[in-house]
């Protein structure tokens, strides 16, 4: 029997994050569905998952390119890609000089750049620089503490140094071996890809321990926290960037009230999709990167969006192939629920 959360949140959570999760379900019961149950669908978007009874549409190519990486096979100098306006936003183009500073006159080769504008690069042969603008919603500083932990106990980057200046924040860490799951590399293999991201995340979860892990990425503070920027006035989750409208985020969120229990928890990635699991030359996995919402929650969590995160990054089906690696049957009702709850606060 699934509880609601808001029985939840007054048996087994702080009294603040009670609060605010309860007025925010108050406030929602109030709102009518449409009759048909339906959202208003353009021809040229996909439907692609019914997620517990709300119609989720989504354009495919909008989020292949959310994910999209920019890899380059050639070490770049910062300045070669100066003109490059539609890979690289306008604004860094400021920001060359503290780069340049940082990478301490090495060569900044452009690995990726996240949906909000975060960038990463290869510095040298032996380092990561990732740089992010103020105001962009990601924190470095919360990644660099979570990689601080969970160096001791299975590969991730170390951290070697992490800052802030008047324009933005950067993290430097040490390169740890392997490359992208979502390379062309294993894009032409994606059963060996596919296997490593799902063995690498079990390996992952078996290693961390639940009790000793200071960080939570639970439901209730991700519900309580898309419920206080929905009654802020603001739109949740990368669903809005697909054009939804806000009632559709309202009936999400009341269905999301309704949630299954744990499985099991276990120290979550928190961003388990395709790109952030590194595999080396032999197809196995060798570490985990972009660890900044890493923290205690029901394995499901990260299982419904790894295992969703490969039909945007690998042709074919390989959900059958994802679980059998994981050693874990699929369960469908927690699958749907973390999938809609990630497309509302990821």
């Known amino acids: 029997m699934y509880l609601s959360i808001r029985t939840k949140l007054f048996l087994g959570f702080g009294a603040l994050l009670a609060l605010m999760a309860v007025a925010s379900l108050l406030a929602l019961s109030n709102i009518n569905t449409l009759s048909d149950g339906t959202a208003d669908i353009n021809d040229d978007v996909v439907p692609t998952v019914d997620l517990l009874g709300v119609v989720k549409a989504e354009s495919l190519a909008l989020r292949k390119e959310q994910f999209k990486h920019v890899l380059t096979e050639d070490p770049t100098e910062l300045k070669d890609i100066e003109g490059d306006l539609d890979t690289y ?8 000089d503290q780069l340049a500073k940082l990478a301490a006159g090495e060569r900044l080769r452009p ?6 504008g975060g960038l990463t690069y290869q510095v040298g042969t032996d380092r ?10 990601l924190s470095l500083r919360r990644e660099a503490e979570r990689l601080a932990w969970a160096v001791r106990f299975t590969p991730v980057p170390l951290v070697l140094e992490c800052d802030h200046d008047d324009d933005g924040e ?7 071996p392997g490359e992208m799951a979502v390379t062309d590399r294993w894009k032409a293999e994606p059963r060996t890809a596919v296997t490593a991201i799902a063995e ?6 078996d290693a961390m321990p639940v009790d000793e892990c200071p960080f939570t990425w639970s439901l209730m503070e991700r519900l309580a926290s ?3 920027h929905r009654e802020a006035g603001g739109s949740v989750g990368l669903s809005w960037e697909g054009g939804y409208p806000p009632e559709r985020h309202d009936e999400a969120l009341r269905r999301l009230a309704y949630a299954p229990p744990d499985d099991l928890l276990v120290v979550c990635h928190g961003d388990p999709c395709s790109p952030n699991t590194l595999i080396g030359d032999d197809g196995r996995w060798t570490a985990h990167v972009d660890l900044d919402t890493l923290g205690v929650a029901d394995r499901w969590a990260d299982l419904a969006v790894a295992s969703w995160s490969l039909t945007w990054n690998f ?11 994981y050693g874990i049957e699929p369960d469908p009702e927690r699958i749907d629920y973390y999938r809609l709850l990630w497309e509302i606060v990821p």
């Open 89 to 96: 936003p306008k604004q860094l183009m400021g920001y060359y």
């Open 111 to 116: 690995v990726w750049r996240n949906e909000l």
């Open 128 to 137: 990561y620089l990732k740089w992010n603008a103020h105001g962009n919603g």
């Open 170 to 176: 950067w993290l430097i860490t040490a390169t740890v």
């Open 200 to 205: 690498g995340l079990r390996a992952m979860h």
């Open 226 to 228: 898309a419920h206080a």
């Open 315 to 325: 042709d074919g089906d390989w959900q059958r192939v994802f679980f059998d690696a």
